[in-house]
Every structure is written in structure tokens, then in C-alpha cells.
């Protein structure tokens, strides 16, 4: 189950929500990301998530899709919040459950390097000094292009 949230979430009642009454489950790897108090200028006060809805979900479950034809999963989960949020804020959350290690940590790797490259969320940083967009790294991308079969 995707979501797209204003609302903060819990990390560990997602992971038990996922694998309640499961048996079939021998691996669970999770990420969450946080807002930082740095990033492009060392100052961040807080940070604006925007999407495009609809557009957005449907952007998830291709990833997701995309992430279940590559990897044998036995439940994926993904939460990506909107709105504004401040320092130490969960931002995503991935919860990848498999029969195997190896299938769940690749997964979540995945779905997080889709996630920064190919999903329509923009961010804005809050700093004392003003506010800007923060633009697509290269990093970020050259990550992504590693996925490319």
C-alpha cells in the first residue's frame, strides 16, 4: 500500500502492518529518510514537499511494479509525505518484505533511487537566509542509471 501524506507515520506500525498473520516473510529492510538541517546551504529551517496528485501514486506503484518484476517481494510499502515539515521530520518511508535478504535490500535501493529520480516531488528549503528549490543532483541520477537493464 502507497501513500502520499501530509500526516507524519509510524515506522515500526507500518513494518508490523505489513507482516501481520505472515509467515512467508524471512527478510524485512526498511529506509526512512529525514529533513536535515543542511543541504545545499548549511542553515535549513525547514523544507515545502509539492506533487502533482494522482500523477504521483500512479508514479509509486510503477515503481513498485517495476521493483516486484526484478525481485521476488512479498510486500512492498511506500509513504512519501508532502507539505511542510521541519528538521527531523520523517520525509519516506520504503518497507521491503522478501523471502531473502539479498531480493529485500536490493528493492529498497531501488525503489529509494526511483523514488529521488522519478517521482514528481519537488522540495523547497526553508534557510534563514531565503528559500530555494532544491534542484535534481547528479549523484541522484547516476544512481538511478545503475538500475538501467
Known amino acids: 500500500m502507497n501513500r502520499v501524506q501530509q500526516t507524519p507515520f509510524d515506522p515500526g506500525e507500518e513494518q508490523r502492518a505489513l507482516t501481520d498473520g505472515r ?5 524485512i529492510v526498511s529506509f526512512t529518510g529525514l529533513v536535515r ?13 509539492e506533487h502533482y496528485p494522482g500523477m504521483t501514486e500512479t508514479a509509486l506503484a510503477d515503481i513498485e ?3 516486484r518484476r526484478r525481485w521476488s517481494l512479498q510486500g512492498v510499502r511506500i509513504i512519501h509525505r508532502v507539505g511542510r515539515l521541519s528538521p527531523g521530520d520523517p520525509i519516506v518511508l520504503v518497507v521491503v518484505a ?11 535501493d531501488f525503489i529509494m533511487d526511483y523514488l529521488k529520480t522519478r517521482a514528481p516531488f519537488w522540495k523547497k ?3 534563514h537566509s531565503g528559500h530555494y528549490w532544491v534542484a535534481e ?3 541522484d ?3 538511478a542509471n545503475r538500475w538501467e537493464e
Open 98 to 108: 522478501s523471502a531473502h535478504r539479498r531480493e529485500a535490500f536490493m528493492a529498497c
Open 65 to 67: 511494479d517495476q521493483a
Open 137 to 139: 543532483r547528479e549523484t
Open 23 to 27: 509467515t512467508d516473510i524471512g527478510a
Open 141 to 143: 541520477q547516476r544512481d
Open 37 to 49: 538541517d543542511f543541504n545545499e546551504r548549511p542553515d535549513v529551517t525547514g523544507l515545502t514537499l
Open 125 to 127: 528549503e526553508h534557510t
